[in-house]
C-alpha cells in the first residue's frame, strides 16, 4: 500500500526560545480533506508553517508521498508538491490577476491535477471577470481567492490552506467553501486551519483539534 501522502510525526516548532508546538503527529491521505481546528492562538498557522520549512530549529519528521522532506528549505519542499497558501495572502499589488498566476507556475506534476490560468478562472468566477486588474485594487476576498489560484498554478500535489473564511464577507465564505468541495472532487489533497468550526466540518473528511499547541484528537 502507498503512504499517506502527508505524514507528520512528532513535530515540534519554536519561535526563539518560546516552545509553540508539542509533539504535533497527523496524516492527510490522498484526495483527503483535512481541517486542524482551534482557538486563536492555537498553533494553527505555526503548524503549517512548520510543515513549510519556514520555521529554524523545528524537531521531528515530515514525509510527503513517503519522502522526508525534513531537512529541505521551503523552495525544496514547493518544488516537491507542497503549496502553502498563507493567511496575510501576500499578493503583488502592483501586478494584475494574470501576472499574479504566472508568477506561481510550476511545470505539471504526474498523478496531480493540473491547473490553468482558464481551469482557474472557472474555479474562480470572480478572477475571471478581472484578469488584467492590479492586485492592490481588489477587495480582501478577491485577493484571497487570487493566493488560491496563484498556488494552484504550481500543480501542487497537497495544499496547505491557512484561515481561508478568516476577514472575508459571508458570500465569499460560500465560494470558497464551494471551491474546496470542487477541489477534493478533483482528487486534490488540502489540509486547512480554521476557526469556524462550522466551515471546517461543511468541507472537511475529518478534522484534528490543536490547543496550545497540543492535539487534543
Not at 500535489?157 to 459571508?170: F, K
Request: net charge positive; with cysteine; aromatic share 6%.
Amino acid at each position: 500500500m502507498r503512504p499517506p501522502l502527508l505524514q507528520v510525526q512528532g513535530l515540534h516548532a519554536y519561535y526563539g526560545q518560546a516552545h509553540i508546538l508539542f509533539d504535533l503527529s497527523l496524516e492527510v491521505g490522498r484526495g483527503e480533506v483535512v481541517a486542524l481546528t482551534g482557538p486563536n492562538g492555537a498553533g494553527k498557522s505555526t503548524t503549517l508553517k512548520a510543515l513549510m520549512g519556514l520555521l529554524e530549529g523545528t524537531q521531528g519528521k515530515v514525509s510527503l508521498d513517503g519522502r522526508d522532506i525534513t531537512p529541505l528549505a521551503p523552495f525544496r519542499r514547493a518544488r516537491l508538491g507542497l503549496g502553502f497558501v498563507p493567511e496575510d495572502r501576500r499578493i503583488f499589488t502592483e501586478l494584475s490577476v494574470l501576472q499574479n498566476l504566472e508568477t506561481g507556475r510550476q511545470p505539471p506534476r504526474p498523478g496531480v491535477p493540473g491547473w490553468t490560468p482558464q481551469a482557474l478562472f472557472a474555479l474562480f468566477p470572480n478572477l475571471g471577470a478581472m484578469p488584467h486588474r492590479p492586485g492592490g485594487r481588489m477587495s480582501g476576498g478577491e485577493q484571497q481567492m487570487l493566493t488560491i489560484a496563484r498556488t494552484l498554478m504550481g500543480n501542487p500535489a497537497l495544499l496547505l490552506l491557512d484561515e481561508p473564511s478568516e476577514g472575508v464577507a459571508p458570500v465569499i465564505v460560500e465560494q470558497m467553501a464551494r471551491m474546496i468541495l470542487q477541489l477534493k472532487q478533483r482528487g486534490m489533497s488540502i489540509l486547512l486551519c480554521e476557526q469556524n468550526t462550522h466551515f471546517a466540518a461543511m468541507v472537511s473528511d475529518r478534522s484534528y483539534t490543536l490547543d496550545q499547541g497540543r492535539l487534543l484528537t
